[in-house]
C-alpha cells in the first residue's frame, strides 16, 4: 500500500441552513454548523473530512471553539510532516491528546480519504483492507430517516407519512418525557407495519422506568439512549426491566466502553457514531468487536454535509452493519450541499455507494466558501474562528 507525507491542513467552519429542523430533547438549531478538515500531501493530493458537531455543549462536550483550538494548537502539529502507511497509525499519533472525539475524527477521515486516494480505492474498499476477509462491502447501504419532535400529532403523522411515501422503510423519532407513549400509540396506529424505533437524547431516568415499559407495547426496533449521556450502568438496570432493546449512543466512546455494556447488559443494539468515537479507527474496533459477538449495528448520523455523509454510506456498507443507518438522502437536509453528487434514496430504502475513489464525491470550494459566510453572518464573534 502506497504511503503519504502531510504538507498542510485547512479547516474550514461552515453552517448551512436545513430543509427542515431537526428537533429533539436538545432543542433545535436553524443550520447545521461544521468545520471541514482539507489535508493535503506532498504529492499535492488532497482529502476531505468533517468535524461534526454543534455550536453548543449539549450532544457532547466539544463545540465548533473547543475543536478549533484542539485541532489548530495540538493535532495539526503532530500531523505535518508525518509520513503515514494507514490511518489506523493516528490514534498512536494522538495518544498524547485525551479525550475531544469529535475534534480527532475530522482530521482521521480526512487522512483515510486521503490515503484511499492514494491506493487508487473507494473508501469502502480502503475499510475493508482493514477488516478480516468476509468483510467487502456492498454497493448499497441500507438507511432510515430520523424524524423530529413536532407541534402536533396531527403534524407528526402529516410528516411520517411523507418520508414513507418518499420510501424509507425505518422511521427513527425522537422523543422526550411528555411526547411518548401516546405519540408511539398514535404513530402505530396510523402505520402498523413501518419498522419504528424512538430516540430519547437522554431525557429520562429511572424514575421513569414504569413509563418507559408502556412502550413495550407497540413494537418497536429499539429505544435509543433513554438514561443519562454518560451512562451504562443504570442502563443495564433498566434493560431486563423492558422488552424492546435498548441502543446505546452517547455514552459509547470506545470499543471499550461497549465491551463494558454487554457485560452489564446495558443494550443490545449499538448506534456507531464515528466522529462520536474518535474516528474510523475506533469504528472497526467496534465493528469488528459487534460481528464477533453478533451484536446488531447500525451508523448514526450528525446532520453531516456531502463530506461526512460519503465517509459515513462507505462504513454503513460493510456487511457487519445489519440495521438500517441514519444516513438519509441529500434532500432530507441541504440544498444546497458542498458536495456533488447528491445522495439519493434508492428503491428499497438504500443509497449507493460512491464509485469514485476515497469518499467517491466532489467538494465544492465556492460553496464551501458560501457556507463560510453562512457561519459569521449567524455568529457575531465569527472573527474569533477564521
Known amino acids: 500500500m502506497n504511503s503519504i507525507t502531510i504538507q498542510d491542513v485547512k479547516l474550514h467552519v461552515v453552517a448551512l441552513p436545513l430543509v427542515e429542523l431537526l428537533k429533539t430533547s436538545f432543542g433545535a438549531e436553524p443550520y447545521k454548523s461544521a468545520i471541514i478538515v482539507e489535508v493535503v500531501s506532498t504529492d499535492g493530493l488532497v482529502g476531505w ?126 422523543i422526550a418525557p411528555g411526547w411518548d407513549v401516546e405519540v408511539a400509540r398514535a404513530v402505530r396506529d396510523a402505520f402498523p407495519d413501518i419498522s419504528l424505533m424512538l430516540d430519547a437524547n437522554s431525557a429520562y431516568s429511572l424514575k421513569d422506568a414504569e413509563r418507559l415499559k408502556q412502550l413495550d407495547q407497540f413494537d418497536l426496533l429499539m429505544i435509543e439512549q433513554p438514561l443519562s449521556y454518560d451512562d451504562i450502568f443504570e442502563h443495564g438496570q433498566l434493560q431486563p426491566q423492558l422488552k424492546t432493546p435498548i441502543c446505546l449512543d452517547e455514552s459509547i466512546y470506545s470499543a471499550h466502553d461497549w465491551k463494558i455494556a454487554l457485560q452489564l447488559g446495558a443494550g443490545k443494539i449499538l448506534n456507531l457514531k464515528p466522529t462520536r468515537v474518535g474516528g474510523f479507527a475506533e469504528s472497526l474496533k467496534l465493528y469488528q468487536l459487534c460481528v464477533e459477538r453478533g451484536n446488531p449495528l447500525w451508523i448514526g448520523g450528525m446532520l453531516e454535509t456531502g463530506i461526512g455523509r460519503a465517509a459515513n454510506v462507505a462504513f454503513a456498507s460493510l456487511p457487519g452493519v445489519t440495521l438500517p443507518s441514519d444516513i438519509s438522502a441529500t434532500n432530507r437536509y441541504f440544498d444546497p450541499d458542498i458536495a456533488e453528487p447528491p445522495f439519493v434514496l434508492q428503491e428499497g430504502s438504500f443509497l449507493r455507494v460512491p464509485g469514485g475513489i476515497g469518499i467517491g464525491v466532489e467538494v465544492c470550494r465556492d460553496r464551501i466558501a458560501e457556507a463560510q459566510e453562512t457561519w459569521r453572518r449567524y455568529n457575531p464573534f465569527a472573527p474569533l474562528w477564521r
Not at 503515514?84 to 485525551?98: A, C, D, K
Not at 424524524?147 to 407528526?156: F, P
Open 49 to 174: 473530512g468533517e468535524t461534526a458537531l454543534k455550536t453548543k455543549p449539549s450532544y457532547g462536550a466539544e463545540t465548533i471553539l473547543t475543536v478549533l483550538h484542539i485541532t489548530r494548537d495540538f493535532l495539526i502539529p503532530r500531523l505535518l510532516g508525518a509520513t503515514l502507511e494507514s490511518p489506523t497509525e493516528l490514534p498512536r499519533l494522538f495518544n498524547s491528546v485525551r479525550g475531544n472525539h469529535h475534534a480527532r475524527a475530522g482530521v482521521e477521515a480526512a487522512v483515510w480519504d486521503l490515503l484511499a486516494k492514494a491506493n487508487d480505492m473507494r473508501l469502502a474498499d480502503y475499510f475493508a483492507v482493514h477488516l478480516p476477509e468476509g468483510n467487502q462491502p456492498r454497493d448499497l447501504a441500507t438507511v432510515g430517516v430520523s424524524i423530529g419532535i413536532q407541534d402536533s400529532l396531527d403534524e407528526q403523522i402529516a410528516l411520517i407519512g411523507k418520508r414513507v411515501d418518499e420510501g424509507y422503510r425505518r422511521i427513527k423519532l425522537k
